[in-house]
């Protein structure tokens, strides 16, 4: 419950730190010049794929969380519930173990193009901070996967790349850095 009390600290600590941000810059807020162009569309489409890209690979943390995978699983599920049992979990997290290197290459490319077509609005640091995390995510990933890579650093890469605050980050980023740009 120790790990559970500091996901949710620090989640608190983001989300209030960035609501702080939010509201002071809200009432200077760059202007988002509504782009009716093909290219903006096709970049508002690419940001519904990333969305829907970090939903799968972040859903299946939680997956993994609910069928008492991992540490902190073990406090949250109790011994008496085995949910791993139930055939439609176990498929559930093979497809998303076997899809999650694929999904998450996909997630950088379909946000980095959304980023590219609508804008970086750099203006507003939720964006940077965004494709800072992103990119610091795969780069990890790529070194887990990566077959040259020393066991020393997959170990580290591991560390970095399988902690759950940076997808927090992400998507508490996302949204108030979307909310400023909406009317």
Partial sequence: ??????LLTFTAGVFLSSLVYFLAIYPNRPEDREHETLLHEMGEAFGTLGVWALVIIYGRTLVKLAIGQ???AQRLVPDEYDVSAIPPFSTLLNVLNRTHVYVGVAAIAVIVLHI???G???DI???????ALVL???VFGF???WRFSPEELKKAAYVVHAQFFTGIMI???SVFGHLLLED
């Fill in 1 to 6: 419950m120790k790990k559970l009390k500091h």
């Fill in 70 to 72: 991992g540490g902190l």
């Fill in 116 to 118: 590219a077509m609508v």
């Fill in 120 to 122: 970086l609005h750099a």
């Fill in 125 to 131: 640091l939720f964006f940077p901070a965004v494709l």
């Fill in 136 to 138: 610091w995510q795969g």
């Fill in 143 to 145: 070194f887990l996967t």
């Fill in 171 to 173: 998507g508490i980023f």
